[in-house]
């Protein structure tokens, strides 16, 4: 009898690690969630893909992200933070003159996992207050900090009409090249039609990725690709795909 209690609290912790796990991958998913719009990635006709940068904006490395995406005449999509908006307020009315999008990423950066819908309402609405006040036109895209989203967080951008975007390729995540030609590599290794490349740039942690942008977009074109913002890669999509 004892081995029988053994073994239903050994299934039941099973079955709990299990659960635990399914709700960890869910709420990491960059394919998946529970309601609402996600983006990761979307089936194109035409050889187009967009170019994504999280965090920041900084001071530090304005000029020269400026200064390379002009160069090369890309216009990017930028998941900016409210608390740096507010640090650096000259920088992102620069980006949107330049012809750039900004997207939500959140005011605090922090992961919105098991949050209220008051935490989560101010950390989306304060930043796009911040957002339209650089000059920002149309819909804000949203990507959450880490990727992490579950329930909550679905839900308030579901019930405001939001879309959820993400990525396909991050060529400079942990585990792959730390340098520029690795990082570059990685990138053009895996591009597709219509693929969403994540970047960051913004800190000095960042500087081997910043180093990356000219070399990604030069050789990306090599391939017959063309840069568009992520609202210009969503209408040319055929359909919405996982992977």
Sequence with gaps: MRWRRVAMVLGAAALLAGGLNGLY?????????????????????????????DDGPTEAVADEVLSTLSSRHVRATFFVNGAHLSEAPQVAPRLVAAGHELGNHTYSHERMVLRSQRFIRSEVEGTDDLIRRA????EIYFRPPF??????????????????????????????????????SECVRRVR???????????????ASLAAVPLIVDQVRARGFRFVTVRELLTKRTAMVED
């Excluded at 839900?155 to 879309?163: Q, V």
């Excluded at 693929?195 to 960042?206: A, D, E, K, M, Q």
């Design 25 to 53: 991958r869910l709420a990491r998913s960059r394919t998946t969630q529970l309601f609402g719009t996600l983006v990761a990635r979307v089936d194109a006709a035409e050889q187009v893909v967009a170019l994504t940068f």
């Design 147 to 184: 990727c992490w989203k579950l329930v909550g967080l679905p839900w308030f951008l579901w019930r405001a009409g939001r879309t959820t975007v993400t990525w396909d390729i991050e060529p400079d995540s942990p585990g792959h090249a730390s340098d520029a030609a690795g990082i570059a």
């Design 135 to 138: 000059g920002q036109q149309g």
């Design 193 to 207: 039609p219509g693929s969403i490349i994540l970047l960051h740039v913004w800190y000095p942690s960042g500087s």
